[in-house]
């Protein structure tokens, strides 16, 4: 009932930038908030950055004062802009997302993307 497509991930240097997206389609009513997880490779997955409909945000400490999130509501869309990346931010990062549907509005539903990888390496 709900997409999440995430694009944007590569390879970059140390001390580059790169923007993550997450697309939100399907019979959405609601999007109440959208988050971006990351798993490295052995690792639990963790929490970066989260953002609500009322715009507010929160960050990992790790990524405190490098990264932001930020949206476009019409196009039900979330970014993340990453700066300053370091070789500890390699991980396949996922979108996640949650929302209330046309046919059940009062209700509240949780999606993942798929995952985008990002590798910093030099």
């Known amino acids: 009932q709900v997409q999440l497509v995430e694009s944007g991930g590569g390879l970059v240097q140390p001390g580059g930038s790169l923007r993550l997206s997450c697309a939100a389609s399907?019979?959405?009513?609601?999007?109440?908030?959208m988050d971006w997880y990351r798993q490295a490779s052995g690792k639990q997955r963790e929490l970066v950055a989260g953002?609500?409909?009322?715009?507010?945000?929160k960050f990992a400490d790790s990524v405190k004062g490098r990264f932001t999130i930020f949206r476009d509501s019409a196009k039900n869309t979330v970014y993340l802009q990453m700066n300053s990346l370091k070789p500890e931010d390699t991980a396949v990062y996922y979108c996640?997302?949650?929302?209330?549907?046309?046919?059940?509005?009062?209700?509240?539903?949780?999606?993942w993307g798929q995952g985008t990888q990002v590798t910093v390496s030099s």
């Open positions: 996640n997302a949650d929302v209330s549907l046309m046919a059940t509005p009062l209700r509240r539903y949780n999606y």
């Open positions: 953002i609500t409909s009322g715009g507010s945000t």
């Open positions: 399907g019979s959405i009513f609601r999007i109440n908030a």
